[in-house]
T-cell receptor
Framework: RKEVEQDPGPFNVPEGATVAFNCTYS??????FFWYRQDCRKEPKLLMS???SGNEDGRFTAQLNRASQYISLLIRDSKLSDSATYLC????????????FGIGTKLQVIP | ETGVTQTPRHLVMGMTNKKSLKCEQH?????MYWYKQSAKKPLELMFV???????ENNSVPSRFSPECPNSSHLFLHLHTLQPEDSALYLC????????????FGQGTRLTVV
């Protein structure tokens, strides 16, 4: 099993749609989780951290399910500008950051 | 502006050349990283420096040689690369600790000819 697994997509959704991505991780001791966004030929940028209680930032909601070892990202009312690749990032913890990136899920929002 | 700056942004080099990638961060972080991103592959962690000491080296070929002279600067020295080394090389920095996020530079797109 891969350390971090994501469906690479692409997910093609119409504007205004709600879309959800899941990401599973293999290390049950993992301590922190993030979603990054990467636009074509650009660097990854932090979208949001994922907390145990779940967190919301505008149209974006991230959730963590430790029992099933997955995190999710929900995007409501999709905009054209949401088109990007969304990277799941898992940190197993330790004295320094030793993160593992998923391959990313590509989202294409269609007019 | 993420506070992490990489130069050059693009680099084309021959297999016999020697070049260096530079990364600089102004965020007061004490850990810096080199990642490689190839097409259709996840980011691969290459090297980690924590408090200027190399703490991670993920079986990277010796033709890649990192250098971290201080907590704000990180270099990746390249020599006798292969065409399959062509990729986007990303530098990142963070505070140390398990719950901190990394901030990335804009990357150097390297082509080996």
């Amino acid at each position: 099993r891969k350390e971090v697994e994501q469906d690479p997509g692409p997910f093609n959704v119409p504007e205004g749609a709600t879309v959800a991505f899941n990401c599973t991780y293999s290390n049950s001791a993992s301590q922190s989780f993030f979603w990054y966004r990467q636009d074509c030929r650009k660097e990854p940028k932090l979208l949001m951290s994922v907390y145990s209680s779940g967190n919301e930032d505008g149209r974006f909601t991230a959730q963590l399910n430790r029992a099933s070892q997955y995190i999710s990202l929900l995007i409501r009312d999709s905009k054209l500008s949401d088109s990007a690749t969304y990277l799941c990032v898992v940190n197993p913890g330790g004295g320094y950051q030793k993160v593992t990136f998923g391959i990313g899920t590509k989202l294409q929002v269609i007019p | 502006e993420t506070g992490v700056t990489q130069t050059p942004r693009h680099l084309v080099m021959g297999m016999t050349n020697k070049k260096s990638l530079k990364c600089e961060q102004h965020l007061g972080h004490n850990a810096m990283y080199w990642y490689k991103q190839s097409a259709k592959k996840p980011l691969e962690l290459m090297f980690v420096y924590s408090l200027e000491e190399r703490v991670e080296n993920n079986s990277v070929p010796s033709r890649f040689s990192p250098e971290c002279p201080n907590s704000s600067h990180l270099f990746l020295h390249l020599h006798t690369l292969q065409p399959e080394d062509s990729a986007l090389y990303l530098c990142a920095s963070s505070r140390t600790g398990p719950n901190t996020e990394a901030f990335f530079g804009q990357g150097t797109r390297l082509t080996v000819v």
